[in-house]
């Protein structure tokens, strides 16, 4: 079993940024796929971005390259977001999840939500125009 945390949601001005974390604990998940998905009130769950175990490739959902970064730190079984410029339209909750198949599995799946066995509770980012 893996469990996830997730921290550093806020409420931050429109042009901020904010530094997501996502700490796994019970096994390590080096093997895993981990990604960031968000979901703001009234829609459905999107992709925001994931990182492959090794951390050497990442992908980002429609119009979040170029303002988020994903990054894993395997030694200390930690996966962060980081967000720039952000938007009133990146308010939502921002949920880590993790996968045991692979990237191009995921990917060519279009990063459904089921296929992720792991997820945390969410943390809250609220960004005010």
């Known amino acids: 079993q893996v469990q996830l945390v997730e921290s550093g949601g806020g409420l931050v001005q429109a042009g901020d940024s904010l530094r997501l974390s996502c700490a796994a604990s019970?096994?390590?998940?080096?093997?895993?796929?981990m990604a960031w998905f968000r979901q703001a009130p009234g829609k459905e769950r999107e992709f925001v971005a994931a990182?492959?175990?090794?951390?050497?490739?990442?992908f980002y959902g429609e119009n979040m390259m170029g303002r988020f970064t994903i990054s894993r730190d395997n030694a200390k079984n930690m996966m962060y977001l980081q967000m720039n410029s952000l938007k009133p339209e990146d308010t939502a909750v921002y949920y880590c999840?993790?996968?045991?198949?692979?990237?191009?599995?995921?990917?060519?799946?279009?990063?459904?939500?089921?296929?992720?066995?792991?997820w945390g509770q969410g943390t809250p980012v609220t960004v005010s125009s």
């Open positions: 990182v492959t175990p090794g951390g050497s490739t990442t």
């Open positions: 999840a993790a996968s045991p198949r692979s990237a191009g599995q995921l990917a060519g799946r279009n990063w459904t939500l089921t296929l992720f066995t792991y």
């Open positions: 019970g096994r390590t998940t080096s093997f895993y796929v």
